[in-house]
């Protein structure tokens, strides 16, 4: 990550635990760049108020990369199945809304907790094999048998037309959800921030370091003795259930489901987003969710059916660059015009 | 009963030519390569656009179905996928997937998306009986194309020099590099040889699987299954893996057609919990 591993804590403090909470600390600490980025997120409320239904989008889309940033990142499982859950927890939002109640809170909570114990009734799966084949192969396994079962449960899911008669009650039973997407969009970056709040918590704590540990080196982590499975499955858990949320979100905004939302491209798509911001540092999932809505934005502009091979393109390019050139490009850029300065 | 069995057999027989290639290429050079489909979809189409619009025979079509995917893979991994072999799981993956991406929007932007369709010769249509049982003549003959070319690639596999090299060089490629063999040629001649088997496996399977430009997303996890469930230690995991994947598949949508595609995956899961190194696990 881009923490310096200077020498001085380890020289002045007395005790490891203390340098280790210490150290903690120090990497929990917010960043400026994190503030301004905030900002602007909630600028983007009130100075684009004609594009807050695409910004809700963005927001649902940077939550569910989010989701995949935590396992791909942070515990070192590439899953090709995530759209599982974000699929899940969208017809949990809309069967709630249908039969149980309207407010959009309740539907939001049923759905992650929906959408965590399916990935914590699954995780175990993963461990069976530490193969990367054998995961992808599980995690779209998963997928496919979710689309498999919605498809199949026409009478609980409306089948290929889409659950139809989504009404979801005023948020807070004050803020009604317009057409314009204002109270939608308000939604989803609370939604949002809060979610990224809590995994930030959790990867910056010492269960975060021990998580990178798993992802590092599992032998090693293991003979350490951190339980290797436990953590992967809780983190799996985790970030199913963040999914799970974002499904929600996209059918309380857009009040309909269909089997879309469980189709293999939007696991693609989340992969995508995420190697498009960056991958293990939490921003990565946001970022590339904005550049990932404005590329397809364009690109459909351009050419509305093939718009997908363009995004193969960028991805290729992508991809053959380098993530890691890519991602350290601002700072190498920086440190050359540095040092051309000095000169 | 008998007839669905070699209707499964036929269609894992298919499977099993079409996977091949993405097993050497795991197991050779551990790449996930998800874009496999793609080279059974160009297969396919060489065979459909030569017969509709050439007017040409469709046994003369297969070679160029074999011959045409060869050398784009031979020209993809010399340019695209040797760049990408240090890299990580996570890479091959996106990589991939932007190859799918492309060749799917290709596909549809170069010939349409509509379904090609095939006209088989007279005969090769219609079925005939054997003991009461009926066998569809294009089933048997696609069992026994497949079953020519399984033994075909057992005995270049087992008994000539460059199955030796290439065995030597899945085992263990650093030993084998150590040994002064050309691991990069080998891998490219067998990369070329699996994408060219992809696309007889997609011309031949036109009939059976329909074709698209959706193909290479739709083959690719029956493609994949097959690979993790009979591992890439050798020839018999993979086509032990097709066969029962393709009866079970055939079966599964004859008799319990409410669970649609819900019994391959379950098989999936299951065989992986049972056997989690392969069905042949590896010797070591």
Redesign the interface.
């Known amino acids: 990550m881009m923490t310096d591993t200077s020498l001085s804590p380890l020289l002045a403090s007395p005790r490891p635990n203390e340098r280790v909470s210490r150290d903690l600390l120090r990497r929990g600490r917010w960043k400026p760049a994190e503030f301004v980025f905030w900002l602007i997120v909630a600028a983007s409320f009130f100075f684009l108020p004609d594009r807050h239904l695409l910004l809700s989008e963005i927001a649902i889309l940077g939550l569910f990369a989010l989701s995949l940033d935590l396992i791909i990142g942070y515990a070192g499982v590439v899953s090709l199945g995530h759209g599982a859950f974000f699929g899940l927890g969208a017809y949990v939002a809309g069967l709630t809304s249908i039969h149980l109640t309207g407010e959009p809170l309740t539907g939001l909570v049923l759905a992650a907790l929906a959408a965590g114990l399916l990935g914590l009734a699954t995780g175990p799966l993963l461990l069976l094999r530490a193969s990367d084949l054998t995961r992808l192969m599980v995690t779209l396994g998963v997928a496919m048998l979710v689309l498999e079962g919605a498809n199949q449960a026409a009478w609980l899911t409306g089948g290929a037309d889409g659950l139809t008669g989504v009404m979801i009650d005023p948020l807070l039973g004050r803020f009604e959800f317009d057409l314009f997407g204002t109270t939608g969009y308000a939604y989803c970056l609370i939604v949002t921030f809060a979610f990224f709040l809590i995994a930030r918590r959790v990867v910056t704590s010492p269960y975060g370091l021990s998580l990178r540990a798993i992802r590092d080196n599992p032998l090693r982590a293991r003979s350490m003795g951190i339980p290797v499975g436990r953590r992967i499955l809780g983190l799996y858990a985790f970030s199913a259930l963040i999914a799970g949320a974002a499904g929600a979100l996209l059918t309380q905004t857009t009040m309909f489901v269909s089997l879309d939302v469980l189709a293999f491209h939007r696991s693609a798509d989340v992969l995508l987003i995420l190697v498009l911001g960056g991958v293990g540092y939490l921003y990565g999932g946001l970022l590339g969710a904005i550049g990932f809505k404005l590329l397809q934005d364009w690109f459909s502009a351009i050419t509305p059916q093939y718009w997908m091979f363009w995004m193969g393109l960028v991805l290729l390019v992508v991809v053959l660059i380098g993530r890691e050139n890519l991602n350290a490009l601002p700072r190498t850029l920086l440190a050359r015009f540095r040092k051309e300065g000095r000169t | 009963m008998l007839t669905i069995l070699i209707d499964g057999i036929a269609y894992g027989m298919l499977l099993f030519v079409m996977a091949l290639g993405l097993a050497v290429t ?1 197991g050779l050079m551990n790449f ?1 390569n998800l874009a496999h489909g793609a080279f059974a979809m160009i297969g396919g189409y060489v065979t459909a656009l030569a017969m509709n619009r050439l007017g040409v025979p469709f046994l003369l079509t297969l070679p160029f179905a074999f011959l045409i995917p060869a050398l784009v893979g031979l020209v993809a991994e010399r340019t ?1 996928y040797v ?2 072999y240090r ?1 990580s ?3 091959h ?3 991939s ?6 060749s ?3 596909a ?2 170069l010939l349409g998306s509509s379904q090609m369709l095939i006209t088989l010769p007279p005969w090769l249509q219609g079925r005939f009986e054997v003991l009461g049982v009926g066998i569809g003549r294009y089933r048997a003959f696609l069992i026994v194309v497949c079953a020519a070319l399984v033994i075909v690639l057992q005995m270049v596999l087992a008994g000539t020099r460059f199955g030796a090299r290439l065995r030597a060089s899945v085992d263990d490629q650093r030993a084998a590099r150590g040994l002064g063999i050309n691991v990069n040629r080998i891998f490219a001649l067998t990369f070329a040889t699996g994408s060219g088997l992809a696309g007889l496996g997609g011309a031949l399977g036109i009939e059976i699987m329909g074709l698209d430009p959706t193909f290479p ?1 739709k083959i690719l ?1 029956y493609v ?2 097959v ?2 469930i009979g591992g890439t230690a050798s020839l018999t995991g993979p086509f032990l893996a097709a066969l029962i994947i393709g009866t079970a598949d055939v079966a599964g949508k004859y008799y319990v057609p ?5 019994l391959i ?2 098989l ?2 299951v065989l ?2 049972l056997r ?2 392969g069905l042949i696990a590896p010797a070591r």
């Open positions: 795991l996930v695209l760049r990408m890299r799981h996570l890479d993956v996106l990589f997937i932007a190859l799918v991406f492309m799917i929007a290709g549809d932007w997303l996890v994949l299954i690979v993790t409410e669970l649609g595609a819900f995956y379950l999936m899961i992986l919990i989690p190194q």
